[in-house]
């Protein structure tokens, strides 16, 4: 059975429980205050009679003619009665039961009762006279009033509670269908993303102001950015992965064929032919190291670290990368010791001074500090070079991603990475309980940050 007929069925049922509780109510106090009424009208008959017999010496009067009085003396004999409109009980006893309990006990009694088809309530109570029962006075009124109201009030409560459950039932059916259909939509978007492969397919949303459903689709438009994202971030790292191995490849093989065919050593050959065997290696490595990483089998050696004497031995290297051309400076340093493995920590720091470098045309600065925050030390690597666009920066720490190729053309082939490194360093950091954060100003350069917990005993 459908979510939505199940839905619509709830909706109903507990309408309808509402509905016969309601109206089980109404019917119940209604038919109580006519009961009453009927009751507080027999009442005040008996009284005025009971009067009227003691000042007009045993005449019967009755000031309601839809109320027959009777009166029987002590041996339950019928004495007197009063005209009235419902012939079928004159000359009988209103209730003989009455009569005689009252005769009995000298005590009132009340009753329904059925006679001829006839549903009426009667009253007898004892006529005493200097403590003796002399006699007994009996009311009695047909309930036909009663009972036409009750009937009618039972009809136009059954009437409307139908009408309210038959309506309910449509606006719970409707509603659980508007509110269901966006997801029969996402059922179908999900099946054709499924079988035509089109990551890009996404849910319109058109829910103002989003409600549940509205966020179910926001959700499963982000998971399929992402998906999208990474499916494309493989798809670029096959290809790029192919394309980078192909080179080297084909330089390996072009020299090793010239060798062979001059039967010599050629030392420019050879050259080439190491420097493409130390960039596979370098990629190699970056991957084994990636795939470690995030697998979480990456081995960290933990120790004490001074880490302003990593800044300094990565200072000293970074000078010697950047050349004469690029400015690198360290605008402040201080004295910190963090927990973790100093090569990796290094390596994070190295990759992000040369990407600096890297990414800094020629006369670029480059600085570099250090500094403590509410127990953390951070190392900011600041250039200006050609920054990093918005739309990249979320991406920057993720496996493979490079920002637009044609931005980067002025670096040498040999220095091109494999967009690994960044990633490489996020997952080293996470490790050490640390982060690594990126703010960019693109086109102006762009300052990455790295920060750890401060060793305990040397805060
Ligand atoms: P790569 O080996 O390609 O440099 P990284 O993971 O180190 O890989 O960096 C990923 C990408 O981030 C780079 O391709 C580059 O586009 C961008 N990037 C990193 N550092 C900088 C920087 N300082 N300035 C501008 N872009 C940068």
């Known amino acids: ?7 619509a069925m709830f909706y109903t049922a507990l309408m309808g429980l509402v509905v016969v509780v309601f109206g089980w ?24 009679a009971g009067n009227a017999l003691r000042n007009q010496n045993g005449a019967l009067i009755t000031y309601d003619d839809t109320i027959l009085l009777q009166l029987y003396d002590s041996n339950g004999d019928l004495l007197n ?12 006893v209103i209730d003989p039961k009455g009569l005689s309990v009252v005769l009995d006990t000298r005590s009132r009694y009340s009753a329904e009762l059925v006679q001829n088809d006839l549903r009426y309530k009667a009253l007898s109570v004892p006529i005493m006279v200097d403590g003796t029962n002399v006699g007994v006075l009996q009311a009695g009124t047909s309930l036909r009033f009663v009972d036409e109201i009750r009937t009618d009030l039972l009809r136009s409560l059954v009437i409307i509670g139908l009408a309210i459950t038959t309506i309910s039932a449509s606006f719970g059916y409707y509603t659980a269908r508007s509110a269901l259909m966006p997801l029969a939509t996402v059922t179908q978007i999900a099946t054709e993303i499924t079988h035509s492969d089109d990551l890009s397919l996404r849910i319109p949303i058109n829910r103002r102001p989003p409600d549940e459903v509205g966020e179910l689709i926001f959700a499963f438009n982000e998971t399929m950015d992402r ?15 192919s394309h980078e191995l192909r080179t080297p490849l084909t330089v390996l093989q072009g020299n090793a064929g010239l060798m062979r065919r001059m039967k010599t050593f050629d030392a420019e050959a ?6 493409e065997i130390a960039r596979l290696t370098r990629m190699v490595e970056d991957l084994l190291l990636m795939a470690q990483a995030e697998s979480g089998r990456l081995e960290l050696d933990m120790a ?11 200072y000293q290297q970074a000078r010697v990368l950047a050349g004469e051309r690029k400015h690198i400076q360290i605008l402040e340093i201080d004295q910190v010791q963090v927990m973790g493995d100093r090569d990796r920590l290094k390596q994070v720091l190295l990759n992000l001074v040369s990407n600096a470098i890297k990414y800094t045309p020629p006369d670029g600065n480059i600085s570099l500090e250090m500094y403590k925050q509410n127990g953390n030390v951070c190392i900011s690597v600041q250039d200006d070079g050609i920054g990093i666009h918005p739309d990249d920066l979320k991406y920057i720490f993720e496996r493979f991603y490079r920002a637009e ?14 967009g690994l490194g960044l ?3 996020y997952w080293i950091m996470m490790r050490h309980n640390g982060r690594i954060e990126v703010e960019s100003d693109y086109g102006h350069g762009a300052t990455f940050r790295m920060c750890l917990p401060i060793a305990p005993d040397t805060l």
């Open 423 to 425: 990633s490489i360093a």
């Open 304 to 314: 004490p670290v001074e880490l302003d004497t990593v800044l300094l031995e990565v």
């Open 25 to 48: 109510a109404v019917y119940a106090r209604s038919t109580e205050i006519l009961m009453s009424q009927v009751d507080v009208r027999l009442e005040s008959a008996i009284k005025n």
């Open 227 to 241: 998906l999208e994202h990474l499916f494309k971030g493989q798809r670029r790292f096959l290809a790029d992965v």
């Open 1 to 7: 059975m459908s979510l939505q007929i199940r839905l």
């Open 405 to 418: 190729k044609s931005r980067t053309r002025f670096i040498d082939y040999d220095q091109k990475g494999f």
């Open 81 to 92: 009665s009063t005209d009235t409109s419902e012939a079928a009980l004159a000359g009988k």
């Open 270 to 275: 050879l050259d080439s032919m190491s420097k």
